[in-house]
């Protein structure tokens, strides 16, 4: 399933998860093979097949598809690892560059019948990828998200954008949406949108290929709050009738009326201050890949949730919508982060990397917009935040995000004390600590935390909410030993009861984030030495979800903290 949610009634979508052929391929780009030796599961990645399980490279995945009807098809991706190019009956119909971003094209003039759609994948480093480098996690190959197929007919409701805010005891609902008219010849009609027993209407008159943004603000007097407690949904109907009444096509959207502020050094949702609890999740498994199935999604949500956790980061890129639709639906918090991990001067330098940024920032905002769980944004972790070269992309991506989303802080992770140049940028300030791990030992963390937030403050940006985002140790799985060294079960406890014992309580952390959730492969070109078992082994929980020592003492931290704070 392709969301959460049924998000069509009049629009046809035939959703392309199952089989496709598959077959790799050497040959130049764009030689799409004759044949195909293969079947892969959609959504999936193939390195999860035993012939191809560190295969780097690029490979073509095929489908034959039958169009019920001439009319004009779209084609969804929700995420292609890590570049697409895609093909309709052998003629190239558009690309893509990024895993976790989605994308549509679509194709007008289909005849009914039997048509080819070929995705010519890429997961291969070099000039051409700015993001996805050899890291400390891995950049699979595949479509490794749901794939639909939508007939469309004249003009298209390309998207719709809701911001609620509060004004007293009511709310109100800002929605843009845009229509779109896919074909040549002129359109009219009218858009209706519908949310909790509210309507309002738009005349829709456009020219050839011509799109429209309709903006209206709505009033709601008898709505519930969205919170943890309280996640209510309320789903924000768009129909486009055509002018002869009939429905022409609609999206459904969810709704969470919930406003979030950052009032000096506090983190408010509906005017309540914020103590955030969770984990760093990257959306790696053992024998999936990035192509996280349903089940495992919400296993990790249950499993966080048992924790005690409220909170989770996205590291380090923006997440799969179906499991962003659970943190909806569960009335877990979101940190939501574009597509970057400890990038430097030589990839800001790089041709690619300002356009691919850009498309990713873009394309996270304006796909994840409505999901009520993501209340910040984040950009560069860890990335050259110490020199002029980097600033200026930070800000830049700063000021493209606040452009397109004012309603929501932004962040951004930093490990560059002293040196980094971009915290007057940031709404929320948050620092990536590994004392005890990476230097330090266990009983300078208090005092590790204190000289860091002096720093902080000496930079004029102690006046803001501070996140601990990342904190951590590794453990391997079922290494115990009763010396309780590093990399020892024991010893990740330890580390994990010690941190939080400060950062939980310390009244200048409005948040903390445990790096990380899970254990997750790496790039073994890069990581193997540093990196056991070419895994990062940081998680509470294994690559398999099974919780290592350090499981109980975090469940007995975060619920302490949690009954603490009522
Ligand atoms: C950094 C980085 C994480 C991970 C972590 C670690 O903070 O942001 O992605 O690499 O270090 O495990 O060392």
Known sequence: MIRMFQRHKVRNVEELDGYWNFEPSTAPAGQIPGAYGYKMLVPGVWESHPGFRTYRGRAFFERTL?????????????????????????REIGRHYNAFTPFAIVVPEVKAGAHQLVVEVDNSFGPHSALHQPNDYYTYGGLSRPVAMERIGAALIEGVWATPSQRGKLWQLHVRATVRN??????????????????????????????????RSLRLTDVTPWSPDTPVLY???ATLFSDDGKPCDDLIERVGFREIRVKGREILLNRRQLKLRGFNRHEDTADFGCAVPLAVMQQDLDLMADMGANFVRTAHYPNDERFLDMCDERGFLVWEEHHARALMADTMKMKVFSKQVADCDREMVLNHFNHPAIIMWGVFNECESFSKLGLRHYEASIKRIRALDPSRPITAASCYP???LTLGLLDIIAFNRYPGWYWGSLDTLGAELDTLLEWISESGNGNKPFIMSEFGAGAIPGWRAARRTKWTEEYQADLLQASLDVYLYHPRVNGTAIWQYCDVRVAEEEWFKTRPRTMNNKGVVDEYRRPKLAYEVVKKCFQTAAMRKK
């Open 66 to 90: 039958d169009c019920a009807a001439d009319s004009a098809y779209r084609f969804v991706f929700k995420g292609v690892s890590h570049t697409a190019t895609v093909y309709w009956d052998g």
């Open 235 to 237: 789903p924000l109907n």
């Open 418 to 420: 002293r040196q980094d």
């Open 182 to 215: 896919v074909d040549g010849r002129p359109y009219a009609g009218r858009l209706v949108l519908t949310v909790a027993g509210v309507e309002v209407a738009e005349e829709i008159r456009l020219r050839p290929h011509q799109a429209v943004t309709v903006e």
